[in-house]
């Protein structure tokens, strides 16, 4: 089993910026793409961002240039760098692990942008 355990939600006024990290532990050999997804209110989860062991990113295009992925794999840790929010990226932010076999989800964390 993976452990994954996320910290830095909160609110933010829209345009500024916020960071999010997800530690990994457990049986996390094998561990070779980690992400966040983020789930509003009625809506589907949705892939924000994915990066892999040797950092190769994928966004999504709602987030391009203004979020910012990465990873240190000495920690087992990935983060989220979050800029220029917008109120339509509210939503609950999910850490997740991949590996052949096995997906793994965080708790979630909430992400509230509003003045």
């Known amino acids: 089993q993976v452990q994954l355990v996320e910290s830095g939600g909160g609110l933010v006024q829209p345009g500024g910026s916020l960071g999010l990290s997800c530690a990994a532990s457990?049986?996390?050999?094998?561990?070779?793409?980690m992400g966040w997804y983020r789930q509003a209110p009625g809506k589907q989860r949705e892939l924000v961002a994915t990066i892999t062991r040797r950092s190769n990113t994928i966004y999504a295009d709602s987030v391009k240039g203004r979020f910012t992925i990465s990873r240190d794999n000495a920690k087992n840790t990935v983060y989220l760098q979050m800029n220029s929010l917008k109120p339509e990226d509210t939503a609950v932010y999910y850490c997740?692990?991949?590996?052949?076999?096995?997906?793994?989800w965080g708790q979630g964390t909430q992400v509230t942008v509003s003045s």
């Open positions: 457990g049986s996390i050999n094998g561990i070779s793409v």
């Open positions: 997740n692990a991949w590996r052949v076999g096995d997906v793994y």
